[in-house]
């Protein structure tokens, strides 16, 4: 069963750092893209950013020079590193893979207040 858990989320105040864990039960080394989604109250799914097999990296106009997605493969996990963030940064996070079939984590809660 291919799955994927987030992890890393919480309470932090605006300008502070989080850094998102996304965990693979397979190989990731076998998925050509993983993304990073996030969805706040009212607001439809927005990509946040994308990392292809060969490291190449997009991001959303709205993050970047802020965040920084990574993964590891031997590790089978994708991170997102979050910088100076935002009140309106606050949003579930969900990470995303193809692998045959669309995977979706459960997602994690980023919250950006003070």
């Known amino acids: 069963q291919v799955y994927l858990v987030e992890s890393g989320g919480g309470l932090v105040q605006p300008g502070g750092s989080l850094r998102l864990s996304c965990a693979a039960s397979i190989m990731i080394n076998a998925i050509n893209v993983m993304e990073w989604y996030r969805q706040a109250p009212g607001k439809e799914r927005e990509l946040v950013a994308q990392?292809?097999?060969?490291?190449?990296?997009n991001y959303a106009a709205s993050v970047k020079g802020r965040f920084i997605i990574s993964r590891d493969n031997s590790k089978n996990t994708m991170y997102l590193q979050m910088n100076s963030l935002k009140p309106e940064d606050t949003a579930v996070y969900s990470c995303h893979a193809n692998v045959v079939a669309d995977i979706w984590g459960r997602g994690t809660q980023v919250t950006v207040s003070s």
């Open positions: 990392i292809s097999i060969n490291g190449l990296s």
